[in-house]
């Protein structure tokens, strides 16, 4: 149960919990249990070393790693010394993570092991970092994470957390491609925290064991292990995707909740073992954040026989929006192509080029008002003034309402892909690829992929007299981008469709692929 009054605010969640169940496990990662009592006595530690390092409230800090248990115990710490949690995605090369850092002015590192030789690389253009702080040892100019934390007194700082506060701040990708900072703030976790108490999916008795799969440095991933701490419910916290670790786990500490993209769902149904797992522990799957097909929702519901929750929503929007009930998955309702109806305490809206609503059925932009909308983009007022307008988030995504009041999604305004849960965005992948040699044109766009949901495809214009292959394409992209940006195939093309203006006709290439797919966006 979620109780808002005693935990208005996520710096609130350890102390309360530490009183209600001081023993009883919060957190558990590789074999390794953490409970509520030491999860308040970490997190203190954490906040006044971080203030011990001089940080005041709204510095950033970064963490850079694969998933963990710290995770958690840094992301209560900073809320309780009122600095701001600022997750890397790790699969991005080192240049885009000096620019995140940069952005964010971090004063802290902490990074895992894996990432040591690319924080060497470009620490040298990060003047604002004060410490870097490992989670894994194996450095001596740098600090250990464990080492750090444990000599710093365990006493709340004593600190008065305002609602307004940043916590979290997550990046995405801009249309131009430059990753904008996305500010989470105490006002916005209360919002989501108030409205997801109504609902059943992130509804969790004290004691459950939740699955984090998702990697920490995307909202669902912040999101699932909050959740449960907020409920006194132990996370399980795998460090990365791992298909045969999930089976184990499930029935190893009785799973009864789990958040999966679609992707992973298909792993899963695929491992050779799975009808042999015992998933009556699991009472419900939540999912979203690229297409599902309709033949793998029906596949998995049959095997693992839990109650699915499709979740649409963003990362500017605390990941909430609309969901699409349990209920609604039964064939005979009609609407496993929506993505359902908007959370209790949210106006969701389809609108036209004026702001203004369409009529039932008709396609227009996706608009999102509540009080879980981002405060805004870190240090980008324009992006933030053309995003959120009259108190609406304007996802960039077009869709439409039926007459039940359920919500499908067409198309994207913007040509934003989401490939395995990661978003791509088609001017940041062109802009590697033009540099290649051969290409004299190309356009970048979102083709159905059974496993990832989505793949990314250039469509590329030869030079005159040239010849290059796919494979040197796709080669240079990755020496520009992270390789999860680059495409998985490339095709050729005479010329590509423009508009009166120059603009790429991006729906007319992405067409001939998509053709007969029933479901184009989950």
């Known amino acids: 149960m979620i109780d808002i009054e005693a935990m208005p605010y996520i710096a609130d969640i350890p102390p309360v919990q530490a009183k209600l169940r001081p023993d009883e496990t919060a957190l558990w990662f590789e074999g390794r249990a953490t409970s509520f009592a030491e999860l308040d006595r970490r997190s203190n530690q954490i906040a006044n070393g971080l ?32 600095t701001v949690m600022t997750g890397v995605n790790t699969r991005l090369a080192p240049p885009e993570v000096k620019f995140i850092l940069s952005d964010a002015k971090a004063r802290v590192l902490f990074v895992g092991k894996e990432f040591y030789a690319m924080i060497d690389q470009i620490k040298a253009e990060l003047p604002d970092l004060v410490r870097i702080i490992t989670l894994d040892g194996d450095r001596e100019d740098w600090d250990y994470f464990p080492s750090w934390r444990d000599s710093k007194p365990a006493e709340p700082p004593g600190l008065d957390v305002q609602g307004e506060d940043d916590v979290i701040q997550l990046y995405t990708s801009g249309t131009t491609g430059l990753p904008k900072g996305v500010q989470l703030t105490n006002d916005n976790y209360r919002a989501f925290f108030t409205q997801a108490g109504m609902l059943e999916w992130s509804s969790y008795d004290a004691g459950e064991a939740i699955m984090n799969a998702m990697p920490q440095f995307h909202v669902a991933g912040v999101n699932v292990g909050v959740l449960a701490s907020l409920q006194g419910a132990k996370t399980v916290i795998l460090r990365e995707i791992d298909p045969q670790a999930i089976l184990r786990l499930i029935p190893e500490h009785r799973i009864a909740h789990a958040f999966w993209v679609p992707a992973v769902i298909l792993m ?87 702001g203004k609503p369409v009529p039932t ?98 469509i590329v214009v030869k030079k005159p007299g040239e010849d290059p292959s796919p494979e040197s394409i796709i080669a240079w992209a990755k020496d520009h981008i992270a390789a999860y940006k680059a495409p998985k195939s490339v095709d050729f093309i005479e010329a590509l469709p423009r508009n009166p203006s120059g603009k790429i006709l991006r729906k007319d290439l992405r067409e001939p692929y998509w053709r007969g797919q029933t479901r184009r966006v989950g």
């Not at 709204?58 to 009122?82: H, I, M, P, Q, W």
């Not at 609604?328 to 004026?354: E, I």
């Not at 059925?361 to 240090?379: A, D, L, R, T």
């Open 268 to 354: 899963l149904t695929q491992q050779p073992n799975i009808r042999e797992t015992d998933f009556s522990s699991l009472k419900q799957v939540f999912y979203g954040a690229s297409p599902i097909s309709e033949a793998l929702l029906r596949t998995a519901v049959e095997i693992m026989g839990a109650r699915f929750t499709q979740l649409y929503g963003l990362t500017e929007t605390v990941g909430a929006g609309t969901f699409l009930p349990p209920e609604a998955h039964d064939p005979s309702w009609g609407k496993l192509r929506s993505c359902g109806v908007p959370w209790p305490g949210a106006v969701v809206r389809v609108v036209d080029g004026d």
């Open 51 to 82: 203030i011990r390092l001089g940080l005041q409230p709204g510095d950033r800090v970064g963490y850079l790693a694969k998933n963990t248990d710290a995770y958690y115990e840094l992301l209560f710490g900073c809320a309780k010394s009122r």
């Open 361 to 458: 059925g008709e396609v227009g932009e996706i608009v999102i008002k509540s009080g879980f909308v981002m405060k805004g983009y870190w240090n980008r007022p324009e992006a933030t003034q053309d995003a959120v307008r009259n108190g609406f988030f304007h996802t960039g995504d077009a869709g439409y309402f039926d007459e039940d009041g359920f919500l499908y999604i067409h198309d994207r305004v913007k040509d934003m892909i989401v490939s395995g849960g990661e978003n791509v965005y088609p001017a940041e992948v062109e802009n590697a690829i033009f540099g290649a040699p051969g290409v004299a044109d190309v356009a970048v766009i979102g083709v159905p992929d059974e496993k990832w949901g989505e793949a990314v495809k250039a």
